[in-house]
């Protein structure tokens, strides 16, 4: 019989820096991490973040009978890309990806931590909403722990961010989301 309990894995890093051609030095400052991934809607759940799901068909109006998304009715959680509030399109180090993990208060965070000019680690944090725990993987090299805790702990305050602005009845991500995407929504949101 297969077990419904999600299977855990705690968060792992690289084992070795690598060469990686788009780094930038943040400096940790006051900055914050700001959703530059399209939107979508907040969905039910410890995690904000949903879209519609579709399933893919042959669309009856096309003479060759090309492909076409259908809406199935149903939200699920998506993965969304993060990035600090300092710059649009930022520096690829500095992206995150959050991986949700249904039915779980469990998020996977997947980043690079920054080494040098054009060396970088790709790391995963673990993210616990419901406890608002960070943990981050054992084996982070001292000399990038605070930058790991310092990405976590925000990454932390991100979510939280966006569970709040749905508690107070927002039907999509605004207040965290980049300046440069808001323009244009303000009128279906507020």
Not at 26 to 55: M, N, Q
Not at 59 to 85: C, E, F, H, K, L
Not at 125 to 151: G, N, S, W, Y
Request: a positive charge; hydrophobic letters at 30%; one cysteine or more.
């Amino acid at each position: 019989m297969k077990s419904r309990v999600p299977k855990y894995r705690p968060p792992n890093i690289a084992p070795d820096d690598r060469y990686y051609g788009h780094t930038v030095a943040l400096r940790l400052g006051t900055w914050a991490y700001a959703l530059d991934d399209g939107p979508g809607f907040y969905g039910p759940g410890w995690y904000p973040f949903h879209r519609e799901e579709t399933r893919t068909e042959l669309d009856p109006n096309q003479p060759i009978g090309m492909p076409r998304d259908v809406a199935t009715g149903r939200v699920a959680p998506v993965s969304v890309r993060i990035s600090p509030n300092t710059e649009f399109r930022s520096w690829g180090n500095e992206y995150v990806t959050l991986q949700p993990h249904p039915d779980d208060p469990r998020v996977t965070a997947r980043t690079h931590l920054y080494v040098s000019s054009a060396r970088a680690r790709a790391t995963e944090i673990a993210v616990d909403v419901r406890e608002q725990i960070v943990t981050l993987p054992d084996a982070v090299p001292e000399h990038l722990c605070e930058q790991a805790e310092v990405k976590g702990r925000r990454i932390l305050d991100f979510l939280l961010a966006a569970r709040s602005e749905r508690r107070r009845g927002l039907p999509a991500p605004y207040a965290v989301v980049h300046p440069q995407m808001r323009s244009g929504s303000e009128k279906s949101t507020k």
